[in-house]
């Protein structure tokens, strides 16, 4: 059984936003808490996905989302915005494959969701909300578990069924506890400023919750 998400106290700060620009940096603020497990971490942005602009939305946690993708941690699946779906790895900061490392992890699960359809993001969607117990827990989700026990090769042709996704479609987010590091700075603002391909981060931290926006990861976005 799961052990209940950590409570959380909010200070949102907004800052103007362009049209069209996601938020891109969030600080969730958790109290009462002296560190978080990966799974807590993971809680903790499940239960606050409001507060980063998602608020009607299908979660789904540990999902496979193609033959080969591998399991993302979280997957937040909007009614409606600039996002059709969102994905979310979420690391420890004392971890081996601490945040600046798992940028690779979370860009091969972007080239993955770039094969799913409109029809096959909405039935990953339909899952999450009839089933949020179940899309929520630690268990893995499959497609086959998303599409009624499906197997073979319908699988992979139900999930791009629709309109090919498109890049702006698809959001992408870092989640850690601690201070981002120089080295994870530079890799998401370089891919930004010369790849137009934008990493979102969500801090989780002890005293405040900040969100700051913007079209691109310059040095005047990060908090100090």
């Known amino acids: 059984m799961n052990a209940a998400p950590p409570t959380a106290r909010f200070q949102i700060e907004h800052q103007p936003r362009r049209p069209g620009y996601a938020i891109r940096y969030a600080v969730i603020g958790i109290t009462h808490m002296d560190f978080l497990t990966e799974h807590e971490l993971q809680d903790a942005v499940i239960a606050n996905a409001a507060d980063i602009e998602y608020p009607d939305v299908g979660v789904i946690r540990n999902v496979r989302f193609s033959a080969e993708s591998g399991r993302v941690d979280i997957m937040l699946l909007p009614a409606e915005g600039l996002h059709r779906i969102v994905l979310i790895e979420a690391k420890r900061h004392s971890a081996a494959d601490a945040p600046d490392k798992v ?3 979370l860009l091969k699960y972007y080239a993955h969701a770039l094969t799913l359809g409109t029809r096959g993001v909405e039935r990953y969607r339909e899952y999450a909300m009839a089933n949020p117990n179940a899309s929520q827990d630690n268990e893995k989700t499959t497609p086959h578990k998303v599409l009624g026990g499906l197997s073979g090769p319908e699988v992979w042709q139900q999930l791009a ?4 996704l498109q890049p702006q479609e698809i959001g992408l987010y870092l989640a850690f506890d601690g201070h981002p590091s120089s080295v994870l700075k530079q890799i998401i603002t370089v891919l930004d400023v010369h790849h137009n391909l934008r990493i979102g981060a969500i801090q989780v931290a002890h005293d ?13 976005l990060w908090p100090t």
């Open 161 to 164: 069924e629709g309109r090919q």
């Open 208 to 220: 405040r919750a900040r969100i700051l926006t913007g079209a691109h990861f310059t040095k005047s």
């Open 103 to 105: 940028v690779g992890q």
